[in-house]
C-alpha cells in the first residue's frame, strides 16, 4: 500500500487524462486525507468520515478513466459498480450491500498478494516439496538410516528438477483441497452458506506444470494464518476502501419518469446507510462502513444531483464538475495520453509489419471532426474519437496483413476523403461515427 501526496497523485492522473484538473484535485486530496486520518489517536479517527465525492459530467468526458486509473497507482481496496445494476430489497437483482463484500474481496485479493509477494521463497518450498512428495513418496518412519539418507539426496535432486521445469509435463496424483464451495448469493438476502464451510481434499490427476498453479492458494493458507489475513482485509477495507458508484443518474428521476420506476429511489434508499455507515456481513466478517471513501459519477443528462433523494445528496458533500471536451483536448487525447488510441492503432498495425503514421495536419483534422460530430449530434465526448479513427483506418486495417512491410502515412486529405460527405448530415454522422 503506497500512500502518495496529491501531487504525485495528479501528476500520475495527468499522463492519462487530459484537462479536469478540478476532479483530479478532489480526489488526490479525498485520498491524501485517509492517509491523514489513520495517523491520529483512536479517538479522533472515529470521529472523521470521509467526504464523499459526486462527479458531474457529461458521458465520454472522463469520469469512468479517472476511477480506472487511480485504483491501478493505489494498491488500495477498490471497486467499481455500477448503479443501475443494483434492485431495492425486495426485487431480483444485487442488493446494495454485496458491493461492500466485493470490496472486501478486492482488499483480500491485495493482501493475499502483497503476501505472495513478501513470502515467494517459502511458497515455492511448499509448492515444490508437495510435487516431490508426490513424485517420489517419502519412507515411513520405520526406514533405516541408509534408506533415509539415500531418500534424502533423490528427493533433494527432485526438488531441483520441479523447480527448474524440467518434470513439468510428468503427470501426478495430488491432492488439493477443493477450492470453497461457493457460497450461495440469494437476491437481496446476501450470501447464505448452504455447504458446511470445512475444507474439503481431492486427489487430482495432472501435470506437474498445472499442479504448480493450482497449490498456489493452498500455500498461501498453509504458512499463513488466514484469520490473520482475513482481519487484515477487513481492516483495510474498512479504512481506506475505495467504492466508485457509477451512472448514479441512473437512480434518480426526474418526476415524470418517476412514476414509470418507481423501484429506482429504492436503490438510493439502500445506499442510504452504507454511505452513511452501518455494518455489513462478510464472508471474512463484519465490515463497518462508516470510513468507505464513495465516489459516484453521472451524466446526469436526463436528471439533475437535485432529484437524488435529499439524505443521499447530503452525503456527497463534495461535488466535481468535469468539463465538456474542447477540440484541443479532443486533441491531445488522441496524441498525447500514454496509451493513445494513435498509439495503440500504430502498434496493433505493427503486429503485421505495417509501419502507420499520421502526419500533424492528420491528427488535427481528427480532433476537428470529433469535435464537429459531437455538436451535430450527441455529444459522446472522447468516444467520438474512437469511432472516427476506427472508420478512417476501416480498409488499412481489412488489409493490412496483405501489406506487411509497407509504410503508411495518414494525412489530412487522407481524413477528409474518408469523412468530409458523412459530416455534411447530421443523419448520416448519426449512424456512421
Ligand atoms: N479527459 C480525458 N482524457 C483522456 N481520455 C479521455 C478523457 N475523457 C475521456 N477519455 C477517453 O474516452 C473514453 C470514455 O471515457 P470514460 O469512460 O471515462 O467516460 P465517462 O465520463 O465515464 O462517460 P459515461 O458517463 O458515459 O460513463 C475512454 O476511452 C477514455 O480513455
Ligand atoms: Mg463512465
Not at 80 to 107: P, Q
Not at 316 to 340: C, G, H, W
Not at 361 to 382: C, H, P, Q, V
Not at 398 to 404: I, N
Request: aromatic share 6%; charged share 30%.
Amino acid at each position: 500500500m503506497t500512500y502518495k501526496t496529491p501531487k504525485e497523485i495528479v501528476e500520475y492522473l495527468d499522463e492519462y487524462i487530459i484537462g479536469q484538473d478540478k476532479a483530479k484535485k478532489a480526489i488526490a486530496i479525498a485520498l491524501r486525507n485517509r492517509f491523514r486520518r489513520i495517523q491520529l489517536p483512536k479517538e479522533v479517527q472515529d470521529e472523521i468520515v470521509p467526504k464523499n465525492i459526486l462527479m458531474i459530467g457529461n458521458t465520454g468526458v472522463g469520469k469512468t478513466e479517472i476511477s480506472r486509473r487511480m485504483a491501478k497507482i493505489l494498491g488500495l481496496p477498490f471497486i467499481k459498480v455500477e448503479a443501475s445494476k443494483y434492485t431495492e430489497v425486495g426485487f431480483v437483482g444485487r442488493d446494495v450491500e454485496s458491493m461492500v463484500r466485493d470490496l472486501v474481496n478486492a482488499s483480500m485479493n491485495l493482501i493475499k498478494s502483497d503476501y505472495r509477494k513478501k513470502n515467494a521463497d517459502k511458497i515455492e518450498d511448499y509448492i515444490i516439496s508437495k510435487i516431490t512428495n508426490s513424485l517420489i513418496p517419502p519412507l515411513p518412519n520405520t526406514a533405516s538410516e541408509t534408506k533415509k539418507e539415500e531418500y534424502r539426496i533423490s528427493s533433494n535432486k527432485m526438488k531441483q528438477k520441479v523447480k527448474d521445469g524440467l518434470v513439468d509435463n510428468l503427470e501426478i496424483e495430488i491432492e488439493v483441497t477443493d477450492a470453497p464451495i461457493n457460497p450461495f448469493p440469494i437476491p437481496n438476502i446476501g450470501i447464505v452458506e448452504i455447504f458446511p464451510k470445512q475444507q474439503k481434499t481431492k486427489k487430482i490427476k495432472t501435470s506437474v506444470k498445472e499442479a504448480k498453479e493450482l497449490l498456489k492458494n493452498e500455500a498461501i493458507e498453509n504458512i499463513t494464518n488466514i484469520d490473520e489475513l482475513k482481519s487484515e482485509a477487513l481492516k483495510r477495507a474498512e479504512e481506506s476502501g475505495i467504492i466508485f458508484i457509477d451512472e448514479i443518474d441512473k437512480t434518480a428521476s426526474a418526476e415524470s419518469s418517476l412514476r414509470q420506476n418507481p423501484n429506482k429511489e429504492g436503490v438510493q434508499r439502500d445506499l442510504l446507510p452504507i454511505v452513511e455507515g452501518s455494518i455489513v456481513d462478510t464472508k471474512y466478517g463484519q465490515i463497518k462502513t462508516d470510513y468507505i471513501l464513495f465516489i459516484a459519477a453521472g451524466a446526469f443528462q436526463l436528471s439533475k444531483p437535485s432529484d437524488l433523494i435529499p439524505e443521499l445528496q447530503g452525503r456527497f458533500p463534495i461535488r466535481v464538475e468535469l468539463d465538456a471536451l474542447s477540440e484541443e483536448d479532443l486533441y491531445k487525447i488522441l496524441t498525447q495520453t500514454k496509451n493513445s488510441i494513435i498509439k495503440q492503432y500504430i502498434l496493433l498495425l505493427g503486429t503485421e509489419g505495417l509501419r502507420l503514421e499520421f502526419d500533424e495536419e492528420a491528427l488535427r483534422a481528427i480532433a476537428k471532426f470529433a469535435y464537429i460530430a459531437n455538436e451535430k449530434t450527441e455529444d459522446i465526448g472522447a468516444r467520438r474519437l474512437h469511432t472516427i479513427v476506427e472508420k478512417v483506418l476501416e480498409d488499412i486495417s481489412f488489409k493490412a496483413p496483405e501489406m506487411s512491410g509497407e509504410s503508411i502515412i495518414i494525412t489530412k486529405k487522407d481524413i477528409e476523403d474518408k469523412l468530409d460527405s458523412i459530416i455534411q448530415s447530421a443523419d448520416i454522422t448519426r449512424y456512421i461515427l
